[in-house]
């Protein structure tokens, strides 16, 4: 079992330009939720996923929008990046809908830095 | 607003004691709480988590103490070990109305055990 994949790893950014990151979510999972992880502090939640649809969202602009695809796996598109986006951008993954009770699984985040 | 606090931000334990980090909440309505632990470069993995209707959890080394009146819970780490060195995080979720299953993160606490 690969467990909750992410890619890229690493990307670099310059101010303005747009990112997709992208998450596999681990096997048998069915809702995907994206954090944002600032140095040296907790992940924020941006928003979650279910049935191809968002079903909840965090505090975070119009410009952070999201995509769940047939198979489960998701996207995180942010665009008219700022300096403040560049952090650990997590996805974690759940079986059976949403539920707090649900052991949400991350992936190692990709480390996005705007320029 | 921060929906959990967690303290110390730091903390340094020599092998063989004992490690303790406390969280606090507001909001009543939260039902259930995680810890998880963060290696660098990896994302966060659920360690121990507790519901309200019980005062204290044990996994192994790893127990969650719950005082649902003071509103807080804290993670203690038995013979800690230099392994155990990593950033622990504590959460708190809702099990019903529009936000169930997002997950509010404390700051997070950067263990350290010397050996």
């Known amino acids: 079992d690969a467990g909750v994949t992410q890619s890229p790893t690493h990307l670099i950014k310059t101010r303005g330009q747009q990112v997709t990151l992208r998450c596999s979510p681990k096997s048998g999972h069915d809702t995907v939720s994206w954090y944002q992880q600032a140095l040296g502090q907790g992940p924020q939640f941006i928003f979650q996923y279910y049935e191809e649809e968002e079903r909840q969202r965090g505090n975070f602009p119009d410009r952070f929008s999201g995509h769940q695809f047939p198979n489960y796996s998701s996207e995180l598109n942010v665009n008219a990046l700022l300096l403040g986006d560049s952090a650990l951008y997590l996805c974690?993954?759940?079986?059976?809908?949403?539920?707090?009770?649900?052991?949400?699984?991350f992936g190692p985040g990709t480390r996005l830095t705007v320029l | 607003q921060q929906q959990v606090k967690q303290s110390p931000q730091s903390l340094i334990v020599q092998k063989g004691g004992i490690s303790i980090i406390n969280c606090a909440y507001e909001n009543t309505a939260f039902d259930y709480f995680p810890w998880y632990q963060q290696f660098p470069g990896k994302g966060p993995a659920l360690l121990i988590a507790?519901?309200?209707?019980?005062s204290e959890k044990k996994e192994g080394r790893f127990t969650i103490s719950f005082n649902k009146s003071a509103k807080q819970f804290s993670l203690h780490i038995m013979d800690s070990q230099p392994g155990d060195s990593a950033t622990y995080f504590c959460?708190?979720?809702?099990?019903?109305?529009?936000?169930?299953?997002?997950?509010?993160f404390g700051r997070g606490t950067q263990l350290t055990v010397w050996p």
């Open positions: 507790i519901r309200p209707d019980v």
């Open positions: 959460a708190a979720s809702y099990a019903r109305g529009s936000t169930l299953g997002r997950l509010y």
């Open positions: 974690a993954s759940s079986r059976g809908g949403v539920s707090s009770y649900n052991e949400q699984f």
